[in-house]
């Protein structure tokens, strides 16, 4: 009972804190003049709250692109880091890649997972040969090379297909299972399908 008390504890805070950050929201502006969602920087705010992090949404802005890079590369929590990694995906900010792809060869296996996941929201096909060479590395965790697959399933690039076919046998489940979704994935895609692929 001890411990599911703490949790109801913990989801009570959470829930009293978006509170907090939600009421604050209507001075934000409502059409769309921040590249980081509303909603999710709430979200982000709340994680930054809950573990501390010294972070301020601009009066009537929110929160911005370089706040993102910042925290997604600096950042001591991991928590701050994933949310701020999901953020940048959520952006849909081509100027998000460069730093993505580079985190793509951080040491922490959560950031290298958060990075794999949002630069398959971005659509950049830059990020293809990265995301291969990590589904790819020797050694990489599964957790890490499953987000490259379904990243690669996303970005629908048909240069994915023979790396994602070779996983597709994987002896890892989840490495297996996203690859198996990405290449369905990039088999209905119209650039496949006029490719005659």
Do not use: F
């Not at 009421?23 to 982000?44: E, F, L, S, Y």
């Not at 290298?112 to 990020?127: F, I, V």
Request: hydrophobic share 45%; with cysteine.
């Amino acid at each position: 009972m001890q411990i599911g008390g703490t949790y109801l504890n913990k989801a009570v805070i959470y829930l009293l804190a978006v509170g907090v950050v939600w009421a604050a929201g209507p001075a934000w502006p409502q059409d769309n003049t921040c590249a980081i969602p509303r909603h999710v920087c709430r979200h982000v705010l709340v994680v930054c709250q809950m573990t501390a992090y010294p972070v301020k949404a601009a009066p009537g802005q929110g929160l911005g692109l370089g706040q993102m890079k910042a925290m997604a590369r600096q950042a001591e929590s991991p928590q701050v880091r994933y949310c701020a990694l999901y953020a940048l995906g959520e952006s849909r900010s081509p100027q998000a890649a460069g730093l993505l792809i580079a985190l793509l060869q951080d040491p922490d296996p959560r950031a290298r997972r958060g990075a794999a996941h949002a630069l398959g929201k971005l659509s950049q096909t830059s990020a293809v040969m990265p995301l291969v060479e990590l589904l790819c590395r020797p050694g990489e965790c599964q957790a890490v090379r499953s987000a490259a697959a379904a990243s690669l399933g996303r970005l629908g690039d048909p240069r994915a297909v023979a790396v994602l076919s070779y996983h597709s046998q994987s002896q890892y489940a989840w490495v297996r299972g996203e690859s198996l979704k990405a290449l369905a994935r990039l088999r209905s895609s119209p650039e496949m399908r006029r490719a005659g692929r």
